[in-house]
């Protein structure tokens, strides 16, 4: 259990690279969900009961942040889209369901809740957070880089219009003297929310976007019959556990190329459909892993590598296609780019991770 990175607060060492985490040791491949089309109208109520949910899988057991230790709770969502919304169900086992902030923006995760990342064109920038607690109270956030980045602005007063959700407590909330079952996390996201102009098509049929999903958790105390958190013998809280579907190496959920893939199949829940993540993208972690290790030497040298032997000495080979990447200094900072083998696209990382091809 360790400090997570948060919003608003801190900024943390990124690690150097997708596959690989010197903070865990552990290699990190990025979950993949297959979302289907649903024609039933989904009632937003907490109680997930739809025929629809009812066909839907759950996803895999989240696990630790960094992907190294089980988590003491489970938890697991569920997801579908229609033409107008996402559908997300989560549904999070919890012996002691507790919540105490009821105003909408403030920090939610000083108590337990259940976020949303969501990165709809896959640049790692100008992506979108949603937070709420089983009180059902919201906070969304919009931020425009990674907080890694100089220049990041984060939009507390962004407003995810059109948001339905609804809590189910399975047990009694904020009560210590029995024991729960959890709650659960029942939400329609428009799809209207993330357009970028008027007519911006944004629906995401039979393509992905990068998501991922976190649960905070922690430890508590109880005081004069409410729940509290958790001090050490020094007076200060005691860490949380963060818990994710697609586990990111580093206790970080802002670095966006490291989030699961969600697919939106146009296939009606029921039929079958397969999705597996392009070989581009494993070409872009390549190409993160040369940002990161760019990073990194900037924060020794106080200057920009400018040859790659000073970064990465490995061979970079995908499927027997070696890649050949190049760094380019410009005055504000660097370009790496690598021409994909597998769509002769180029892809380019800039100093400030955004990710482009063309």
Known sequence: MKSRFRSLLLVTISCFSILGCAQSNKKITPKTFVAYKTLEKIV??????????????????????????KPKYKTQVKMLWDDNYYYILAKLEEPHVWASLKQRDTIIFYNNDFEVFIDPDNDTQNYY????????????????????????VVLNDWTLTGLKSAVKINGTINNPLDIDTGWVLEMAIPWTAYKTSYYHENVPKDDFWRVNFSRVNWQHTVTNGKYQLKKDTNG????????????????NMHEPEKWGYVYFSSNEIGVKDT??????????????SLYRAQKDYYKTHKSWATSLDSISKEEIIINDKTLSPILENHASGFNLSVKSPFSNKILIIKEDGKIISK
């Not at 937003?44 to 230790?69: N, Q």
């Not at 957070?129 to 907080?147: M, R």
């Not at 999705?275 to 993160?288: G, N, V």
């Open 129 to 152: 957070e949603l937070e709420i607690n089983a009180l059902n109270t919201v906070w969304d956030l919009f931020i425009n880089k990674p907080y890694r980045e100089e220049g990041n």
């Open 236 to 251: 200060k809280f005691l860490p949380e556990y963060n818990w994710v579907w697609s586990p990111m190496g580093v206790v």
């Open 44 to 69: 937003i109520d907490g109680d997930g009961s739809d025929t629809s949910w009812g066909k839907a899988e759950w996803s895999d057991v989240f696990m630790d942040i960094e992907g190294v230790i």
């Open 275 to 288: 999705f597996s993540i392009p070989q581009e993208e494993i070409a872009k972690w390549e190409l993160y």
